[in-house]
């Protein structure tokens, strides 16, 4: 099973940049996805953003596209989350998701079923 480890959260004010990074253990095809949930207290897990390595890219909520941009490094089977313009509604655990193999229909859910980081925290203060 694939291990990730994830980096980046922290403590930040409205308006600031954070980048998440998010590194696979191992990446045994070039059927690989990776991607970002996030949840807040309360609410359910939301995938913020998805990466097919061979594919497309996708930014998922509306509120978050035009801020945030998710990237990958293919060699380091690492993918990042480039987060701007922060907001305190963006103040959530972000989880790190990744699965091998072909995926059919919709990605993020393809996602939820594969392995998970132990999540790190991002703080937003207004």
């Known amino acids: 099973q694939v291990q990730l480890v994830e980096s980046g959260g922290g403590l930040v004010q409205a308006g600031d940049s954070l980048r998440l990074s998010c590194a696979a253990s191992?990446?045994?095809?070039?059927?690989?996805?990776m991607g970002w949930f996030r949840q807040a207290p309360g609410k359910e897990r939301e995938a913020v953003a998805a990466t097919y390595w061979g594919g497309e890219s996708l930014v998922y909520p509306a509120s978050v596209q035009g801020r945030f941009t998710i990237s990958r490094d293919d060699a380091k089977n690492t993918v990042y989350l480039q987060m701007n313009i922060l907001k305190p509604e963006d103040t959530a655990v972000y989880y790190c998701a990744a699965r091998e193999g072909r995926y059919y229909g919709s990605l993020r859910d393809y996602l939820r079923g594969g392995s998970w980081g132990q999540g790190t925290q991002v703080t937003v203060s207004s």
């Open positions: 191992e990446r045994t095809s070039d059927y690989f996805s």
